[in-house]
């Protein structure tokens, strides 16, 4: 009888235990995502004489099952995750591979399955699997990792990092590696490896691009931020800064209050391509200015700080560890979208978390948030 008493008590206070703070956050991010997709579209869908809200009720419906699925994940031991690891790792594995002859392609990028009612982006589910899976190998390393330990965990990451890259998919390339290098940072790889290993992949790139294993216009999309005044008449090259030129017109027009839902010149008239998906910050600045986007960014700000803070709070190397990634993997999401869309950062089409049109972002997002709340079950952040 002690015994079942004293498991409940432990039960209830993994409970209380939770990050409600990080849970409505989280909630509050997809909400907002979707007024904004439904603000961004609604406009060109009616013109077009198509369903004004057919990409809302998309979005609610991944946001709804989204929500479910984080607090599903929640309820679960983030530790048993580790049992799980390597299936994941490998389902991730096959699904680049499938997508390479299965896929659909769209804007020169082979990235997606086409099951019909929706698209299923691979690669975006393979960064939370491949930071489940380092987690759990570092865990399973107490006395700490040894030289061969980096090595096959390096191993571990550049066999989807390749498949991705050839899709190709830069952004997603690019979260991969500071994730996983952030990860063996926490797991406590000493920096001077890790400074070797950055300008081992420095030199890496530039091999890639001097014998044209990165094609050129993958080089121009990634560099295409340096070169806004350049006289070049490259197509793709001049696509790219009218592109870059129309996000920022759209984000500067907004001025302090914005021009109000529905509303914004740029959105109304569709002058910002892909305005839904990559390019959501654009609406979100045009239409609510620069009061409502810093407050936006405050939001994404503090449900980073407290991944930070449950990542730092919890109990033993796994949740240290995958904690870490994901609060990487969100952060730098983050900045990269936001900084994409006002030209001070490469064009990657790296999606703005829970904010941008998308299921798989928005299923990975959740799930991801669902594990770090698990973490804050179990160590009373």
């Known amino acids: 009888m002690t015994d079942t008493l004293s498991a409940l008590t432990s039960r209830i206070r993994s409970k209380d235990s939770l990050d409600v703070s990080l849970l ?41 099952v989204g929500i479910g699925v984080m607090y599903g994940m929640s309820l679960i031991d983030y530790r048993r995750l580790e049992m799980v690891a390597t299936p994941l790792y490998i389902s991730g594995l096959l699904g680049l591979f499938g997508v390479m002859f299965l896929g659909s392609t769209a804007l020169g990028a082979q990235r997606w399955f086409n099951l019909g009612l929706f698209q299923v ?28 330990d980096v090595w096959r965990l390096l191993a571990m990451a550049a066999a989807p990092l390749v498949m991705i890259v050839l ?41 890639a691009a001097y ?30 800064i009218y592109q870059v030129d129309n996000a920022k017109s759209a984000i500067g027009s907004g001025g302090l209050h914005g021009a109000g839902f529905f509303n914004g010149l740029q959105t109304v008239l569709g002058y910002v391509p892909e305005q839904r998906t990559d390019f959501i910050f654009t609406a979100i600045g045009e239409q609510l200015g620069f009061i409502g986007s810093l407050l936006i960014i405050s939001l994404l700000a503090f449900v980073a700080y407290r991944m930070f803070r449950i990542g730092r709070s919890a109990k033993d190397t796994m949740g240290r560890t995958i904690v870490l990634g994901i609060f990487v993997f969100f952060s730098f999401s983050c900045f990269e979208n936001i900084g994409m869309t006002m030209g001070i950062m490469p064009m990657t089409g790296i999606p703005l978390p829970l904010l941008s049109y998308g299921g798989s972002a928005a299923m990975v997002f959740f799930a991801a948030g669902g594990v770090v709340l698990s973490v ?3 160590s009373g952040s």
């Open 167 to 207: 899709q190709p998919d830069l952004g997603t390339s690019i979260i991969i590696l500071i994730s996983i290098g952030a990860m063996l940072v926490v797991a406590g790889v000493p920096p001077r490896f890790m400074t070797a290993l950055a300008v081992i992949g420095s030199f890496g790139m530039l091999f």
């Open 24 to 64: 409505w956050g989280l909630i509050a991010l997809g909400v907002t995502g979707l007024i904004m997709i439904y603000s961004a579209t609604r406009q060109a869908l009616i013109s077009g004489g198509y369903n004004p809200h057919y990409y809302l009720e998309r979005q609610a419906l991944y946001v709804v």
């Open 121 to 148: 982006q691979p690669s975006e589910f393979t960064v939370l699997f491949l930071i489940i899976a380092v987690a759990t190998y570092c865990e399973r390393r107490p006395e700490g990792l040894k030289l061969r």
């Open 376 to 378: 804050s079950r179990r």
């Open 211 to 240: 014998f044209s294993i990165l094609q050129k216009y993958q080089i121009e999309r990634f560099t295409s931020f340096l070169n806004q005044n350049t006289s070049s008449t490259d197509a793709q090259l001049q696509a790219l």
